[in-house]
Nanobody
């Protein structure tokens, strides 16, 4: 049974930083693309950052490029999202997700990800 558990959300002022973590269990972590997505009230879920199975490919939404960094520790089956220079528009529920990517498959759309965590709230005040 795949389990993804996020942590690290909270409330910060604009310009601050947060580091999100996602602990994965129950499957072969190294065969999955891992991603961070977010959803604000009244808006569709959007991709924030995605990392491939070996970490060779990265995707960042234009809105977070240069501010957010996705990384993973395959030995610990943990995904991270370092968020710097946070803006009020970054306020959302952040979700960790996993998608089967064995054999070099590469996906970035939320609909391609079959496993999701429960989410962690990030609130940025101006």
């Amino acid at each position: 049974q795949v389990q993804l558990v996020e942590s690290g959300g909270g409330s910060v002022q604009a310009g601050g930083s947060l580091r999100l973590s996602c602990a994965a269990s129950g499957y072969g972590y190294s065969n999955y693309c891992m991603g961070w997505f977010r959803q604000a009230p009244g808006r569709e879920r959007e991709g924030v950052a995605v990392i491939s199975t070996a970490g060779a490919r990265l995707y960042y939404a234009d809105s977070v490029k240069g501010r957010f960094t996705i990384s993973q520790d395959n030995a610990e089956n943990t995904l991270y999202l370092q968020m710097n220079s946070l803006k009020p528009e970054d306020t959302a529920m952040y979700y960790c997700a996993a998608a089967w990517c064995f054999g070099g498959r590469w996906v970035i759309r939320p609909t391609d990800f079959g496993y999701w965590g429960q989410g962690t709230q990030v609130t940025v005040s101006s």
